[in-house]
């Protein structure tokens, strides 16, 4: 059974920082591309930055670029995204998922096949 857990999220002031991070069991992490995606109420759900299983590609979508980064420890099984600079509209539920490996990673949420409950961030201005 596939378990996808993700963790980190939280209350920050504008400007200020988060790390989230994800761990999955019960697959091959280090074969699989990883994503965080973020829903916020009323929006859809969207990719924010996908890794691939090597980790040599990333994505990132256009409104966190410079401000994001996303890294994984295929050793520990571990995603992470370190979030600076952080925006009101950054406020959402960030979700960890897991999909089939490629050399560049999908930023489409229905290339991913396993999700975690999700972690609040919400940004105040």
């Known amino acids: 059974q596939v378990q996808v857990v993700e963790s980190g999220g939280g209350l920050v002031q504008a400007g200020g920082s988060l790390r989230l991070y994800c761990t999955a069991s019960g697959l091959i992490f280090a074969n699989n591309n990883m994503g965080w995606f973020r829903q916020a109420p009323g929006k859809e759900r969207e990719g924010v930055s996908c890794?691939?299983?090597?980790?040599?590609?990333?994505y990132y979508t256009d409104s966190v670029k410079g401000r994001f980064t996303v890294s994984r420890d295929n050793a520990k099984n571990a995603l992470y995204l370190q979030m600076n600079n952080l925006k009101p509209e950054d406020t959402a539920m960030y979700y960890c998922a897991a999909g089939p490996r490629s050399w560049y990673p999908s930023s489409v949420p229905r290339d991913y096949n396993y999700w975690g409950q999700g972690t609040q961030v919400t940004v105040s201005s």
């Open positions: 890794i691939s299983w090597t980790g040599g590609n990333t």
